[in-house]
């Protein structure tokens, strides 16, 4: 089942389009091979018949994996990476709305709620950058 609700359009960089299109094509691989039985939907992630691929095996085959080669605890969940995004993107600056969309919420106040505990740093930093903008011009005049 897809959940139209859910969708939506973010722009990624270069070298993730790159990434995934590669990915894509391995995927007509698998297509040739289940012959008939393959329906394309269009995923990138796709079990052997075109389904869309659910969270435990990828979770199981791919993602534990992929963590225990980074070095990184087997524990962070699948999850945790939307959430590690989001925080590195309020983190470095990016506007709460450009988040707040990618994230797919449905208004800002949800993201405002949810990332609340990165705001305090980013306040620091907005003062430090008026502090920074505003001797600036003091040396200037």
Known sequence: ML????????TISKS??????????????????????????????ADSEG?????????KQVFRPALKRAGLPTTIRLYDLRHTS????????????VVSER????????????YAHVLPGMQRDAANR???L???SEESA
């Open 3 to 10: 959940f139209r609700s859910g969708r939506r359009e973010i």
């Open 16 to 45: 993730l389009a790159t990434s995934l299109a590669a990915l894509k094509s391995r995927q007509k691989h698998v297509k040739r091979a289940a012959g008939d039985q393959y329906q394309d939907h269009g995923f990138i992630f």
């Open 51 to 59: 389904r869309p691929l659910y969270p435990p095996p990828v979770i």
């Open 86 to 97: 989001a925080t590195l993107l309020l983190k470095a600056g990016e506007h709460i709305k």
């Open 103 to 114: 994230l797919g919420h449905s208004n800002v106040a949800i993201t405002l709620e949810t």
């Open 130 to 132: 008026m502090e920074d």
């Open 134 to 136: 505003l001797s600036k």
